[in-house]
């Protein structure tokens, strides 16, 4: 789903740039200097002329087609930009990961919380707040751990169990690579002040 809303992006965008390259160039081409040495078939107006004159433009409105030919191509551009922008909105789904096995797939969720569980087990840490981020084209696994350190607790006496805790990781979420992002708060208490 992603891939796809990608492409049409992608696309979307490039048929516009193109679109506005080509009506830029031919206005900037058709009344520079160079429009003595554009291609044979080339319109070129009148150096006086301008691109749509009054005249035209009144006649235009004159026809009977021209107020609801307008009014809807303005709508339908309008709906259709604002169904667009609506699909970008579209709130996150959290990724589930092919494993190695037949069948078988992995929700993040459940694995940040058996990380953020099996890290609170650990003494001297008070919380623990997992989060895996995909990269499915390399097949890496970014995962970020802030970790709550209780007071006197020194980072020393944990980051040798949290490594051990993300390589356990590892195998689960084979054949995705895991790369840990740690970052370290030690608890505060607030004193209460006395009035």
């Keep these: 789903m992603t891939s796809a809303r990608t492409a049409v992006n992608r696309t ?45 433009l009144a006649d235009l409105r004159a026809q009977g087609w021209w107020t609801p030919a307008v009014i809807t191509a303005g709508v339908l ?46 003494n001297g840490i008070s919380r623990c707040r997992a989060r895996l981020y995909v990269r499915r084209r390399r097949l890496h696994l970014h995962l970020h751990l802030r970790i709550w350190l209780d007071t006197g607790t020194a980072p020393d006496t944990v980051i040798e169990q949290l490594t051990v805790l993300s390589s356990e990781a590892a195998p689960a979420a084979a054949p995705y690579e895991i790369d840990t992002l740690l970052r370290m708060n030690h608890v505060t208490h607030r004193v209460q002040h006395v009035r």
Excluded: F
């Design 77 to 122: 551009a309008t709906v259709l930009l604002g169904w667009w922008l609506l699909r970008q909105l579209h709130p996150r789904r959290r990724a589930r990961l092919p494993l190695a096995v037949p069948r078988g797939d992995l929700r993040t969720r459940a694995l940040e919380d058996v990380i953020a569980e099996r890290a609170m087990s650990i």
């Design 12 to 56: 979307v965008l490039a048929g516009a740039g193109l679109t506005l390259l080509t009506g830029g160039t031919y206005l900037a081409a058709a009344r520079a200097p160079i429009a003595d040495r554009l291609p044979h078939g080339w319109p070129a107006p009148a150096t006086d002329a301008v691109l749509l004159d009054s005249g035209t």
